[in-house]
């Protein structure tokens, strides 16, 4: 009796067991089709209703190893929002020998008067593109798509780098319903593993026995060029890394990151070291001192450091001006931003070189930079390039050269590292643009040995602001705002507005300031120099003051005050990155009208953020008819700790509600 009822508890249990959906290509359900919106998360535009990604090695008899990545990944999209979606982009890498991808199939189905009608993409559909010397992008848009449509694809890209398996993304912008990654490694290559990301994931490691057939030409006969095809197996162990997981949670983006990407939950292999039968052990673990020494043998890096004869008779002219180390560190970075413009391509290595850059005036930022650099070394100055990971290429997990994709330059004077970038027009010494504030950089030096340099600006972006107000009896306000943004602000201000006609800027001051109409409008120092951009205009309003009764109301800092907390999240995930420390300070001087008086004022105000991270100061004094307003915020780190997030949280809100306090005049 027993073993009976224990028999029927276990068929219940395995009849009532959740079985995994199988997901093959081509088999779309009407269910799939008819789903308005994704369960778990109804704002989601789009989902991965599967993804998969399976990678293993290959062996020939003549070309050796290869890696074999397939992929196979169904996206449904819910609405308009979610098309983007129906874009792919595949990127191979090429460096003599290149990638390929093969045995491309993608369809988009709908669901029509109850049919699910299917539309394959077309060759003509698919797109290639030598994106770089070393990067070919195939690129399609699927046909047809429709909301509630889905899409699916899957393709194989085969490459001869089996040494560097790309990183693996176990999440996305969009959820993922079920992800499936299986990686087989053949016992000779010895790789270490990396996690990142916030989202706790299960890697599951096994082994399992695999036998390998190959093919290989064999001689035959000495005297004569004659050979036969010989097929060979062997067996051998592979290591196995499966990840299966459901119902992965969008990557939800926050104010202030730098790159989201940096915290995608993703897994990356780096090879150790391969121990192949017969041969002796060859390590690929590498140092940053190791890959920036090799970056540097390159032919389209440190060998273009050593060519000078082409800008020697333009550049003397300009270093004879002055023996001044500054002073001549400025003239070349101007010489050179004003030579050779950026064609918008990154890149740690040439791709024409430095000398065809120089002579057609256009080149990428490697080409732009190592130009400075020798230039800065010809003007008797200690420079040197320095390797950078772009914001949006993230930050590397461990040493490897495709971990940098930009260089910048540096110079060294008493002890102090000057960063420079010619490649954006509007940067100066130590004000780099914000592509490039990621962390650290790799710093150079002639003999290959390296350093890593702080990227993040020392000096605070600066937004000061003077305004005199004026107000009559009426409530009507005239007054006049002068701004100086210095620092990371100033090349913030120039790439917005440095070539927008002023009326337009003045349009959209208005637009953000809708109870203002602007005049006398104009901007001092707005293309370049070193020197701070100053704005200047005139206003006046009929709509900043309330009068109820005998009575006048008004924020303290009119159109300058912050009413918003920028965070709004009752619980953050990552790290505030502000990019830069910041000063934003308001001095307002009022002028109130015959007959009132000043009946009250908000009340002074010092908060500070733990461990000096920033601080807010508020003051108020009152002289007879004229009161002065001061408001400052300091924010004293570019990135602050997300396990502080409430006490920032809680320092705008207090700095919100202190500028949306108002003043109060009384008529007498």
Not at 189 to 203: D, Q
Not at 540 to 550: A, F, K, P
Request: aromatic residues 12%; contains cysteine; charged residues 25%.
């Amino acid at each position: 009796m027993k073993k009976s009822l224990l028999f029927t508890l276990v068929v219940i249990l395995i009849l009532n067991k959740p079985k995994a959906q199988n997901f093959n290509f081509g088999e779309i359900s009407k269910e799939e089709l008819r789903e308005q919106y994704y369960p778990n998360d109804s704002t989601a535009n789009a989902a991965y209703l599967y993804k998969e990604r399976k990678i293993h090695y290959t062996y020939d008899g003549e070309r050796g190893w290869t890696l074999v990545t397939e992929v196979y990944e169904r996206i449904k999209l819910y609405n308009k929002e979610g098309f983007d979606y129906a874009t792919k982009v595949i990127g191979l890498y090429k460096d003599g020998p290149s990638e390929k991808m093969t045995s491309l199939k993608a369809n988009t189905y709908n669901l029509e008067n109850n049919k699910i009608v299917k539309e394959k993409l077309a060759k003509n559909q698919l797109f290639k593109e030598n994106k770089t010397k070393n990067t070919i992008v195939y690129k399609f848009t699927m046909p047809n798509i429709k909301k509630g449509a889905i899409v699916e694809w899957k393709y194989k890209i085969y490459s001869p780098y089996y040494s560097y398996i790309d990183e693996i993304e176990l999440q996305h912008k969009i959820p993922i319903k079920q992800l499936n990654v299986e990686v087989k490694i053949p016992e000779y290559f010895k790789f270490k593993r990396h996690l990142k990301g916030y989202l706790p994931v299960h890697v599951v490691q096994s082994m399992n026995n695999r036998t390998i057939q190959f093919s290989y030409r064999r001689q035959v006969d000495s005297r004569r060029i004659s050979t036969v095809r010989e097929t060979n197996e062997v067996d051998l162990r592979e290591i196995i890394y499966t990840v299966r997981d459901k119902n992965i949670p969008a990557l939800e983006e926050e104010n202030y990151i730098s790159n989201i990407e940096n915290y995608r939950s993703a897994l990356s292999l780096e090879l150790s070291y391969t121990e192949f039968p017969g041969s002796r052990v060859k390590n690929y673990s590498s140092t940053w001192e190791s890959v920036c020494n090799k970056i540097n043998k390159s032919s389209v890096f440190g060998l273009e450091l050593s060519k000078k004869a082409y800008f020697k008779e333009d550049l003397t002219p300009i270093i004879a001006t002055t023996s001044d180390k500054l002073k001549r560190i400025n003239l070349i970075l101007e010489f050179v931003k004003s030579k050779v413009k950026w064609n918008g391509t990154y890149g740690k290595y040439t791709d024409v070189g430095v000398k065809k850059a120089y002579k057609e005036g256009i080149g990428n930022v490697a080409e732009i930079n190592l130009i400075l650099v020798s230039m800065l070394r010809e003007g008797g100055l200690n420079a040197n390039p320095v390797l950078v990971s772009t914001r949006n290429h993230g930050v590397p997990l461990f040493p490897t050269s495709k971990g940098f994709n930009y260089v910048i330059s540096a110079v060294e004077i008493n002890e102090e590292i000057i960063l420079l970038d010619a490649s954006e027009e509007y940067s100066m010494p130590n004000v780099l643009p914000y592509r490039v504030i990621n962390w650290r950089g790799r710093l150079v030096k002639e003999d290959g040995t390296s350093l890593w340099v702080d990227l993040i600006p020392a000096k605070h972006a600066v937004d000061n602001k003077n305004t005199n107000i004026s107000i009559d009896s009426e409530g009507y306000v005239e007054g006049m705002q002068r701004t100086n943004h210095m620092n990371m602000q100033a090349l913030s201000y120039r790439k917005k507005y440095a070539k927008i006609k002023d009326e337009t800027i003045i349009e959209k001051l208005e637009k953000e300031n809708e109870a203002i109409e602007i005049a006398d409008f104009r901007i001092i120092n707005k293309t370049g120099g070193n020197k701070p951009v100053v704005e200047m205009f005139k206003f006046s309003s009929e709509d900043l003051i309330e009068l109820v009764g005998d009575r006048m109301y008004f924020k303290p800092l009119f159109f300058n005050s912050q009413t918003k907390n920028p965070f709004q999240l009752d619980k953050r995930e990552y790290p505030i990155d502000f990019g830069t420390p910041f000063i934003e300070k308001n001095m307002v001087r009022i002028t109130i009208p015959e007959g009132y008086i000043i009946e009250s004022v908000p009340e002074s105000i010092a908060i500070g953020l733990p461990n000096d991270y920033g601080v807010y100061i508020f003051n108020v004094k009152t002289q007879g008819n004229i009161m002065m307003i001061m408001s400052k915020l300091k924010m004293n780190t570019a990135i602050y700790p997300v396990l502080n997030y409430d006490e920032i949280k809680e320092f705008y809100k207090i700095i919100v509600s202190k500028n949306l306090e108002q003043v109060v005049l009384k008529k007498v």
